[in-house]
């Protein structure tokens, strides 16, 4: 990563920002302005991977301080998303919209360690060179494959016409881009450094990680046992090159939500994002419906578990934005693993 000036006109607000986490947010920054993607992506740390004799591919090797230990199901999931986006433009052609119709995600080991790497193909390209069916093996670090997903897509109109900037495996290797100071951000940019400084203290706070909680909802207290309710603002931090919640992040709130549901159904009696006691199920698998594309300014997450039982439990969740439906899902949970 470059370096640049140290940051001036800091935020204020009582972010408390962690000094660490505000430098991966500024590294995600001029990672965006130089190598194209969207900010989401870079600050989870997806980036190409080189290997010597062999073409780039996207792979996800996150920053400590965003993701100090475990990958959380969301980053294999906007991984696993853009590795199978990306497998489909290869044959489409780079620069081409794509959007994400359907993804079946199978997690296939509770504790996934990074780096974790996608291995993407194209299953199938109808003859009009608009629908795709594309599926995806990723490993880790210990090279056992720890998630497998398919997932169908379609070409879509880029907005004005105009073609998007390639992604960071489909360039050459640019120069390391010097990381802009707080009074160089552009608004949108300032937007979503500031989010993740402000999951960054949910994180300390929590034990868990800046990369889980970008997308993690505030509950609302007092819902019926089973259930699962849920309200984001969406802003920059989460949103792909054309300003939609990426594909990836909608899929890991969808099942943030209903682990949720499934899991201990007693809640803190102010609705903030602290979880209830007890220890949480590993998700098994989910699917996921695109219905729109998730463009606006409050996300609710509404889960509802459809069967518990000793050895698996089922959930379903509804995504709107603004009150319109943009993504629909399902979702299977195995007992949590035990610790160590």
């Known amino acids: 990563m470059g370096s640049g000036a140290a940051p001036t006109d800091r935020p204020d607000g009582g972010i408390g920002g962690d000094p660490d986490v505000e430098a991966a947010a500024l590294r995600a920054v001029a990672r965006t302005r130089a190598l194209g993607m969207h900010f989401y992506g870079h600050v989870l740390g997806i980036t190409a991977r080189r290997p010597p004799g062999a073409p780039p591919h996207p792979w996800l090797e996150p920053d400590a301080a965003v993701t100090p230990g475990p990958v959380p199901p969301v980053s294999v999931a906007a991984i696993a998303d853009l590795a199978m986006g990306s497998a489909v433009r290869a044959e489409v052609g780079a620069g081409r919209r794509l959007g994400t119709v359907t993804m079946a995600l199978h997690h296939l080991a509770p504790d996934v360690r990074a ?43 880029v ?56 997308t993690a909802p505030t509950w609302e207290a007092g819902t019926a046992e089973g259930t699962a309710r849920g309200r984001l603002r969406i802003g920059p931090a989460l949103t792909n090159r054309v300003g939609h919640v990426q594909g990836g992040a909608l899929y890991g709130i969808g099942l943030a939500a209903a682990a949720r549901a499934v899991g201990p159904a007693a809640g803190p009696p102010d609705g ?12 098994a698998d989910g699917y996921w419906q695109f219905l729109r594309p998730g463009d606006g300014d409050e996300l609710v997450a ?39």
Do not use: I, K, N, Y
Not at 132 to 155: H, I, K
Not at 187 to 194: M, S, T
Not at 272 to 283: I, N
């Open 159 to 214: 907005p004005g016409g105009a073609r998007l900037p390639l992604l960071p495996w489909e360039r050459d290797e640019p120069p390391d881009p010097p990381v802009p100071a707080w009074d160089a951000l552009r608004p949108d940019e300032r937007a979503a450094v500031e989010a993740t400084l402000r999951a960054g203290a949910r994180a300390r706070a929590r034990g868990t990680s800046v990369s889980a909680e970008l």
């Open 272 to 283: 903030s994002r602290e979880p209830a006691d007890g220890p949480r199920p590993d998700p």
């Open 115 to 157: 780096p974790v790497t996608p291995a993407a193909s194209v299953v199938s390209l109808d003859a009009d060179r608009r629908h795709a069916l594309a599926r995806c093996e990723l490993t880790d670090a210990s090279g056992a494959v720890v998630a497998a997903a398919q997932g169908w897509f379609m070409a879509l109109p």
């Open 302 to 340: 509404e889960a509802s578990v459809t069967r518990r039982g000793r050895s698996a439990a089922f959930a379903a969740v509804t995504v709107t934005v603004d009150g319109v439906p943009v993504g629909t899902g399902s979702f299977a949970f195995r007992p949590p693993s035990a610790p160590g």
